[in-house]
Nanobody, 120 residues
Framework: QVQLVESGGGLVQAGGSLRLSCAAS????????MGWHRQAPGKQRELVAD???????NYTDSVKGRFTISRNNAKNTVYLQMNSLKPEDTAVYYC??????????????WGQGTQVTVSS
């Protein structure tokens, strides 16, 4: 029973910063990719950033230069440092991980989301 739990969301003024964390728990044998998506009301969920087990990163164009994704493999945790936040960054942010659980095969898991609100 694998769970991903996000934390670190909240209310911040434009130009401010937040750091999101996502910890995977349960019986986990290995984790491949981890990433962050976000979804605003009435909008489709979109990729924000992801990171491979080797540390290779990928970002959507709108956050490049402002957000940084990182991971701590010993803690099964992925982070998203968000700087220079803009009102258009307001969304529920979801963590996801491609991991191998007790089944012995890889599967895609999602957290419940954490709200990020950026005021103008």
């Amino acid at each position: 029973q694998v769970q991903l739990v996000e934390s670190g969301g909240g209310l911040v003024q434009a130009g401010g910063s937040l750091r999101l964390s996502c910890a995977a728990s349960g019986i986990i044998f290995s984790i491949n990719n981890m990433g962050w998506h976000r979804q605003a009301p009435g909008k489709q969920r979109e990729l924000v950033a992801d990171i491979t087990s080797f540390g290779l990163t990928n970002y959507t164009d709108s956050v490049k230069g402002r957000f940084t994704i990182s991971r701590n493999n010993a803690k099964n945790t992925v982070y998203l440092q968000m700087n220079s936040l803009k009102p258009e960054d307001t969304a529920v942010y979801y963590c996801n991980a491609d991991l191998r659980d007790v089944s012995g095969t890889y599967g895609d898991y999602w957290g419940q989301g954490t709200q990020v609100t950026v005021s103008s």
